[in-house]
């Protein structure tokens, strides 16, 4: 009790400067907290594919469309995914290639997204479920379905849909606005509330560089829709395996370079078509491009912060000397001297943080009634435990090392001395 006694004493006495230090540290939390979210802002997509599937993959694009009608600007694909799937089935090395289509429900009203079982595992989807995951669920012979943003549908429920199926691209034998429609019935097995998950471009052609970014958007801009995520399966969709003209070509891990650049070689015949873990790295180059661009701010920023907070610390506790210095001669010891400042050190961290606290909650509140363009646009502003506590740490680090020097230069000198220039 004494000990804190004597370290209120310390705070009263030099009020106005325990007053900027408790402002610098709730500034430097801040600082920290924005800059770590910034790098998790652009480096989301590189920390969530690098282990992916894809990193083994080829993305194929399709052959470009001929303009058969200048007037109306009409255009088609001639029709090759049966001559291609012929051509890769001599490659050893393909484990599968991708389904990944975007059909219609209810006269276009909602949206139905359908995805083979890797493709769908590491777009997040299965982690954002609630309930069980499509390639798991046994549904009695009925077709299952997971939910997003469904308006009182509950898991269990039995929905009649009535979906829209065609291509996103015309060929001679398919034009892109002939529609089938069919009714089927299909078995919620669980539900997506949480708005985390990513979906795929179901088209996108490019001979340029192509990063994961441009693959991927938010399911930010069907919210205002019920959104349907289905297994594929040969009954309903046989005639739309290839509804995009896009897919993963996933290999196998072992798979050498000579044969990678053979598959590729075949199907450059057929459209463009660009490694995957080329994708992921350029996320990564554009991430680093990014940050650096933010670099010199954010980090001057922090560095002023940081170094201003050592420097009124260390004249703060040089303030102090003469305090400490009396107790010292009249026989305080070294560690209880420490012990009496660790304990005002500490005050200030309290009301630092409590501070820093304070602006979190409005800023969460504020958070909470934005409406980002993205989902991922969140991200900068999001705040939690793990990044407050290491700031935290960060800067008590800083704190105790400006504050334990002026305790050395007293510990070395004799208590005559001391008294001396006191």
């Known amino acids: 009790m004494k000990t804190l006694y004597i370290a209120k004493k310390f705070f009263s006495k030099h009020l106005i400067a325990n007053l900027l230090i408790i402002i610098e540290i709730a500034l430097a939390l801040l600082l920290i907290t924005l800059l770590v979210n910034r790098y998790d802002y652009y480096f989301k997509t590189y ?12 993305f194929f694009m399709g052959r470009e469309e001929t303009i058969i009608d200048e007037e109306d600007f ?18 050893a090395d393909i484990e599968g290639i991708s389904v990944y289509s975007y059909f219609s429900e209810d006269n ?51 929905l009649i849909l009535d979906l829209e ?13 002939e529609i089938e429609e069919r009714s ?12 985390d998950s990513r979906i795929l471009h179901s088209t996108i052609k490019s001979n340029a560089s192509l ?21 594929y399966n040969d009954e309903l969709f046989s005639d739309y395996r290839f509804s995009t003209d896009n897919f993963f070509i996933y290999l196998n891990e072992q798979a050498s370079k000579d044969s990678i650049e053979a598959l590729k070689a075949t199907l450059t015949n057929y459209g463009y078509v660009v490694e995957g873990s080329e994708m992921i790295n350029l996320s990564k180059k554009r991430a680093n491009q990014y940050l650096a661009n933010d670099f010199s701010l954010f980090f001057s920023l ?4 940081l170094v201003s907070l050592l420097s009124i610390t ?17 026989g305080c010891s070294f560690k209880k001297a420490m012990s009496i400042y660790l304990v005002y050190l500490l005050l200030l961290i309290i009301l630092s943080f409590l501070i820093y606290w304070s602006v979190l909650g409005f800023l969460n509140n504020r958070v909470a009634t934005m409406d980002f363009s993205t989902d991922r646009d969140s991200l900068l502003y999001q705040f939690d435990w793990k990044v407050q506590v290491q700031s935290l740490g960060l800067l008590s680090i800083v704190l105790i090392f400006g504050s334990y020097l002026p305790f050395v230069l007293i510990s070395r000198k004799s208590k005559l001395t001391i008294l001396k220039e006191r």
């Open 47 to 58: 920390h969530d594919y690098k282990d992916s599937p894809i990193q083994h993959a080829l």
């Open 74 to 91: 009409d255009a088609l694909i001639k029709d090759y995914h049966q001559d291609l799937i012929e051509d890769l089935k001599d490659h």
């Open 108 to 158: 276009g009203e909602n949206a139905v997204f359908v995805y083979d079982d890797i493709t769908a595992g590491y777009l997040g989807l299965k982690e954002d479920v609630e309930g069980e995951w499509l390639f798991e669920s046994d549904t009695n012979n009925i077709y299952p379905v997971i939910v997003y943003n469904g308006e009182n549908i509950n898991k269990g429920d039995t």
């Open 165 to 177: 199926l065609y291509n996103q691209f015309s060929t001679p034998s398919r034009q892109w606005d």
């Open 184 to 195: 089927e019935a299909f078995e919620v097995v669980g539900l997506i509330d949480s708005t």
């Open 211 to 231: 990063d994961m970014d441009s693959l991927l958007q938010e399911i930010t801009p069907f919210r205002d829709q019920t959104v349907y995520f289905m297994e």
């Open 302 to 305: 922090a560095g002023i912060a």
């Open 314 to 330: 260390y004249l703060n506790v040089k303030k102090m000397i003469k305090s400490i210095s009396i107790y010292y001669v009249n």
